[in-house]
């Protein structure tokens, strides 16, 4: 499924970062919700770094209870530390549509 419904558990949200990021420390997924309210997803709530194209440049989270229940637009940022820089990715924005959309 690529388009989520309000209250979708296991949507595989993906972040590309571009670039090798095996070492990197610190990863999460800011994201706000269409209310304005922020939420954030850290290595204890399942995010990790995954492999894109045979490199590991990614980081994925799957969602859980309570993260997608607004329908609307979804701002996220994916952060980490990779060597001395410690800083967001690109924001991405995922589109959560209402029941029976």
Request: aromatic residues 8%; contains cysteine.
């Given at each position: 499924?690529?388009?989520?419904?309000?209250?979708?558990?296991?949507?595989?949200?993906?972040?590309?970062?571009?670039?090798?990021?095996?070492?990197?420390?610190?990863?999460?997924?800011?994201?706000?919700?269409?209310?304005?309210?922020?939420?954030?997803?850290?290595?204890?709530?399942?995010?990790?770094?995954?492999?894109?194209?045979?490199?590991?440049?990614?980081?994925?989270?799957?969602?859980?209870?309570?993260?997608?229940?607004?329908?609307?637009?979804?701002?996220?940022?994916?952060?980490?530390?990779?060597?001395?820089w410690t800083g967001p990715g690109e924001v991405g924005t995922l589109t959560v549509r209402p029941?029976?959309?």
């Amino acid at each position: 499924m690529d388009k989520p419904y309000v209250d979708t558990i296991g949507f595989l949200v993906v972040a590309d970062c571009q670039q090798d990021v095996s070492g990197a420390t610190g990863i999460a997924f800011r994201i706000r919700k269409p209310s304005g309210v922020e939420i954030v997803r850290t290595a204890a709530d399942g995010v990790a770094t995954c492999v894109i194209d045979g490199t590991v440049r990614g980081i994925k989270y799957a969602t859980k209870t309570g993260d997608l229940s607004e329908p609307g637009p979804y701002k996220i940022h994916a952060f980490l530390t990779l060597g001395d820089w410690t800083g967001p990715g690109e924001v991405g924005t995922l589109t959560v549509r209402p029941l029976y959309a």
